[in-house]
């Protein structure tokens, strides 16, 4: 664990993570009721690696990722109700309802989606990243995807172009180890995503992404690597996601004991739980207030997803262009 | 200034010059780069060879290299390059060596750049230019002679231009990068090097995006057309003048927004149109303006909506081939007389 964790600090991560657990939970409790519809990816199970990372990054940096996107969202600190009515297509969402769970964005918390095409978010990322280094502002772009997406041309291209103008960005791999139904023994020749960058000079490295320290040490050196101006590096995050790809996957492609041996032996809330107890000497009591809060918060973005009024009609026309667009 | 007030300026401002497409391309993105830091131009051989096509020739010289930027050829990655580039605040202009190649980008191009301002309930917006020439040019065969206007035009949340004047060109390339929508700016090739009389030197003169312009007026039938076809069009109006048929021109110059009304005006005069373009016949351009007059302009109709197109086939090499591929004076003539019963 780093030692520049400060008790504060911690109790922020935990808090973090927690919400996105306890948020996710409720999605899909929601999901069920019918109220969410379409398609929903759970975060639940990778929540350390979000956490982590978000905890070294600055104001202006910036944060791209693909479809599973609310743990990114949370962590960015958007306001779960915006999320949660998103989620539900009403117009108190933070796309009012036209986006949904894939389409998220938040100009405020240089939160910029939320993007459903599978690898496309990444040279948007590195074209984030490319306004960075021309306004000079020193910031970095965070640039997430799957492992599944990490098999996608355009990911080569960025690496590229990344390595070339020294832009700066972090591609960060979330590998857990399934692309939908596919495992990445089945869809990868050479599992080391992280090194994939090698051809062009890109250092890359692969932590533990069930355990928030080790995010953290790694964002930190690959943050400070982007920001100095030595150009891009990628991240490999080793994590687990718990639900299926999708609210529709039943995921009968891996086994109930994979499943709960990850559960039982490496979740990343307990982990850190036991961590702030044992080692930060964080009391229970302290642990127990944020539980309670992060329960209140969630029941009260839920409250809120299923009381916001849905999107008034006249809002089928309306962004479509930034002006008013006249009908034909 | 609107339209009107320009044609006025065209007949008495010698203020007006001559200059290819090519040059008046390059003088837009130049003036457009002085006036705002944000803007930049990108793409495959744009800075140091000036251009596949000379069209940014000397940009390189006058802006420098952070803003005059050669890609690697990787048209995926550079076209959702630029758009996150516009999502960070700037101003892109990504050119394509040919829209041909935007094929390999289209994603970026049609989720990435048109639907981000609506899936994100109006946060986002993308101020992007994709330009480049589009359709055919000569004996390069079928994969590098395509008109993407309708694909493109297909899409909401993006704006299509295709002009063909020089003086439209930098007026409208101008217009495309002050938008703060994704704009697909298709130019041609063998209109590069035609010169035209008609461009401002107005550093702050811009064409407003959505305007046709009618080239030619004329009582008898309206011909439609954009890009390189608005040429054979006024050619096939002199020639249907000499046989006593006045045909009204309009230049499309927008695909998207469509300016319908100057075309139902025209109809609403002359009860006869034809729509020519160069790209295939299936869904193009003309067959959603037959359909636009079928909606609106029906009762003014003396005659069915007749489109003059690219032939239905991939573009051959063979010289007499590729003649016949391509709408020709000819077809347009025959196709004004057909619709005013004329043989």
Redesign the interface.
């Not at chain 2, 995926?76 to 700037?90: D, E, I, N, S, T």
């Not at chain 2, 301002?117 to 917006?125: D, K």
């Given at each position: 664990m780093p030692k520049s964790l400060t008790e504060k600090e911690a109790l922020k991560a935990y808090r973090d993570m927690l919400l996105i657990r306890r948020f996710e939970e409720r999605a899909s409790q929601l999901y069920g009721m019918g109220l969410i519809a379409g398609f929903c990816h759970l975060y639940i199970g990778q929540e350390a690696v979000v956490v982590g990372i978000q905890s070294v990054l600055k104001p202006q940096d910036t944060v791209i990722t693909a479809y599973r996107d609310h743990g990114h969202m949370l962590a960015c600190d958007m306001d779960p109700k915006g999320v949660m009515a998103e989620l539900t297509g009403r117009s108190g969402g933070y796309s009012r309802g036209k986006g949904g769970s894939m389409h998220m964005f938040s100009r405020e918390k240089n939160f910029f989606g939320g993007h459903g095409i599978v690898g496309a978010q990444v040279p948007i990322g590195t074209g984030l990243a490319f306004a960075h280094k021309y306004k000079e502002d020193k910031g970095v772009c965070i640039a997430s995807m799957g492992d599944g997406a990490s098999n996608q041309g355009q990911v080569y291209e960025s690496y590229n172009m990344a390595a070339l103008w020294k832009l700066p960005v972090v591609y960060v791999i979330e590998n857990n180890h399934y692309g939908m139904g596919t495992s990445v023994e089945r869809s990868s020749a050479g599992p080391n995503y992280y090194g994939r960058g090698q051809g062009w000079g890109i250092p890359g490295e692969k932590a533990d992404g069930m355990i928030l320290g080790e995010v953290r040490e790694a964002a930190q050196r690959a943050t400070d690597h982007a920001r100095s101006g030595k150009g891009p590096y990628i991240l490999e995050f080793d994590t687990y996601r718990y639900r299926g790809h999708s609210m529709s996957d039943p995921a009968k492609y891996r086994s109930k004991e994979e499943v709960e041996d990850v559960k039982i032996h490496h979740d990343p809330i307990d982990h850190f739980k036991t961590y702030m107890i044992e080692t930060l000497k964080i009391k229970e009591d302290q642990i127990k207030a944020i539980d309670d809060e992060v329960k209140e918060t969630v029941l009260e973005a839920v409250e809120f997803s299923k009381t916001s009024p849905e999107p008034d009609p006249s809002e089928l026309y309306t962004d479509i262009l930034k002006e008013k667009v006249p009908l034909q | 200034m609107t339209t009107n007030q320009r044609e006025d300026i065209l007949m008495t401002d010698s203020s007006l010059i001559t200059l290819s497409v090519r040059e008046a391309l390059r003088d837009g993105m130049a003036e457009e780069m002085t006036r705002d830091e944000?803007v930049?131009l990108m793409g495959e051989e744009v800075a140091e060879y000036n251009g596949a096509y000379k069209v940014s020739q000397g940009l390189l010289d006058q802006f420098g290299s952070?803003r005059v930027?050669d890609?690697?050829i990787?048209e995926?990655?550079?076209?959702?390059?630029?758009?996150?580039?516009?999502?960070?605040?700037?101003r892109?202009i990504v050119e394509f060596m040919t829209f041909n190649f935007s094929m390999q980008a289209i994603?970026?191009i049609i989720?990435?750049a048109a639907k981000?301002?609506?899936?994100?309930?109006?946060?986002?917006?993308c101020p992007i230019v994709f330009r480049g020439p589009n359709g055919a040019a000569s004996r390069v065969g079928a994969q590098h002679s395509q008109c993407y206007a309708s694909w493109y035009a297909h899409c909401?949340?993006l704006?299509v231009i295709s002009p063909y004047s020089a003086g439209d060109a930098k007026a409208l390339l101008k217009a495309a990068i002050r938008d703060?929508?994704p704009v697909v700016f298709l130019e041609n090739e063998l209109l590069y090097g035609r010169s035209f009389d008609d461009v401002s030197q107005d550093q702050d003169y811009v064409l407003p995006i959505g305007k046709a312009l009618v080239r030619r007026e004329g009582k008898d039938v309206t011909l439609t057309a954009f890009s390189i076809m608005v040429g054979k069009a006024l050619e096939a109006a002199d020639r249907l003048a000499e046989e006593g048929i006045e045909a009204e021109v309009i230049d499309l110059r927008t695909l998207r927004?469509l300016d319908?009304d100057t075309i139902i005006e025209s109809v609403v005069k002359t009860n006869r149109i034809v729509s020519i373009e160069e790209s295939w016949p299936f869904a193009g351009i003309g067959s959603e303006i037959a359909a636009?007059m079928m909606e609106h302009a029906f009762d003014y109709l003396d005659a069915p909506v007749l489109r003059v197109t690219g032939a239905d086939v991939p573009m051959p090499y063979a010289a007499n081939l590729e003649h016949l591929a391509l709408p020709q004076v000819d077809s347009i003539v025959e196709a004004a007389k057909a619709v005013c019963y004329r043989t």
């Open positions: - | 944000t930049f952070k930027v890609t690697p990787t995926h990655g550079f076209a959702g390059l630029g758009v996150g580039a516009a999502f960070g605040g700037l892109p994603d970026q989720n990435s981000t301002l609506y899936m994100s309930g109006g946060q986002m917006g909401p949340g704006k703060p929508n927004p319908v636009l």
